[in-house]
Nanobody, 119 residues
Framework: QEQFVESGGDSVQPGGSLRLSCAAS????????MGWYRQAPGEQREFVAS???????KYAESAKGRFTISRDIAKNTVYLQMNSLKPEDTGVYYC?????????????WGKGTLVTVSS
């Protein structure tokens, strides 16, 4: 069973907007935090945004002011609203959940959704 299913990726022009969704197979509150990462072609996966159980948000510098992470508890879904998209935002966007263990956190991932920003 897939832990997370992402959707909403598409091809858009620079300056456009997209909203990504991450539907979880269980309560998102079972995770310490939910977030989004992205991986551009030929690059390593990088952090984009996260939201903790206590509503603390964190954004990569490149996402601040343009992206907003939110959640719908009833739908067990996390969203990433992306505005003013740039070509460098292109990549596969992955949903991430972090679950606390005794000594650390365990990461859970979706399969990703592709975002292409190009004119």
């Amino acid at each position: 069973q897939e832990q997370f299913v992402e959707s909403g990726g598409d091809s858009v022009q620079p300056g456009g907007s997209l909203r990504l969704s991450c539907a979880a197979s269980e309560s998102i509150f079972s995770f310490y935090s939910m977030g989004w990462y992205r991986q551009a072609p030929g690059e390593q996966r990088e952090f984009v945004a996260s939201l903790t159980q206590s509503d603390i948000t964190k954004y990569a510098e490149s996402a601040k002011g343009r992206f907003t992470i939110s959640r719908d508890i009833a739908k067990n879904t996390v969203y990433l609203q992306m505005n003013s998209l740039k070509p460098e935002d292109t990549g596969v966007y992955y949903c991430n959940g972090k679950r606390a263990t005794v000594t650390n956190f365990m990461d859970y991932w979706g399969k990703g959704t592709l975002v292409t920003v190009s004119s």
